[in-house]
């Protein structure tokens, strides 16, 4: 139940498309869902968060949409830009501090 | 760089010795988080300190492994008699008082000979 599911495993895009990674979860009791990036050797960089007392949260090219009936989140990378090539991990936690990370999206976006 | 700052970036060492993992938090941050990543994997939780207390080590391995996070001074991870099995990236992350988000520091890759 302390799973958070993520998927696909890997994606390639285009230059100029939409990148999207889901993300899916048991645990009702979750109340915060950041996201992050990373580049090899680099530690995380936080993108984006959301709560669940909203169902869309967007920042800059970087959306998340939120599915609190579903227990599903996930996040759209739109005009998606080789400079975007990373993988990324969706989060969740439950009012405290223990984050539990999805398995990460290795995204590429072709010039 | 306000940054998380964790030393050394890489780490060699040979079975049976020690490691010791360092990490300063951002400035006014004051808890602070040990994750510990697997090639391909995401990041597993082992621990939250806040100065001078481990406030859950859940994560942490029964055996070997001991955080702290003293007054003056970084977040120490200390890993004893290392085997194979302990290579990884270990990454500290910290917050403010209210616990999010956490920022992450660029991890130490150790590697065990």
């Known amino acids: 139940q302390q799973q958070v599911k993520q998927s696909p495993q890997s994606l390639i895009v285009q230059k100029g498309g939409i990148s999207i990674i889901n993300c899916a979860y048991e645990?009702?009791?979750?109340?915060?869902f950041p996201w992050y990036q990373q580049f090899p050797g680099k530690g995380p960089a936080l993108l984006i968060a959301i709560r669940p007392d909203v169902s869309e949260k967007k920042e800059g090219r970087f959306t998340i949409s939120f599915n609190k009936s579903a227990k599903q989140f996930s996040l759209h990378i739109m005009d998606s830009q080789p400079g975007d090539s990373a993988t990324y991990f969706c989060a969740a936690s439950s009012g405290t501090y223990k984050y539990i990370f999805g398995t990460g999206t290795r995204l590429k976006v072709l010039a | 760089n306000a940054g998380v700052m964790q030393n050394p970036r890489h780490l060699v060492r040979r079975r049976g010795q020690e490691a010791r993992l360092r990490c300063s938090p951002m400035?006014?941050?004051?808890?602070v988080y040990w994750y510990r990543q697997l090639p391909e994997e995401g990041l597993k939780f082992m621990v939250y300190?806040?100065?001078?207390?481990?406030?859950?080590e859940s994560g942490m391995p029964k055996e070997r492994f001991s955080a702290e996070f003293p007054k003056e001074g970084p977040s120490i991870l200390r890993i004893q008699q290392v085997v194979r099995g302990d290579s990884a990236a270990y990454f500290c992350?910290?917050?403010?008082?209210?616990?999010?988000?956490?920022?992450f520091g660029d991890g130490t890759r150790l590697s065990i000979l």
């Open positions: 992350a910290s917050s403010p008082p209210d616990n999010q988000p956490q920022h």
């Open positions: 300190l806040q100065k001078e207390n481990i406030i859950d």
């Open positions: 645990n009702t009791a979750f109340d915060y």
């Open positions: 400035k006014g941050h004051s808890h």
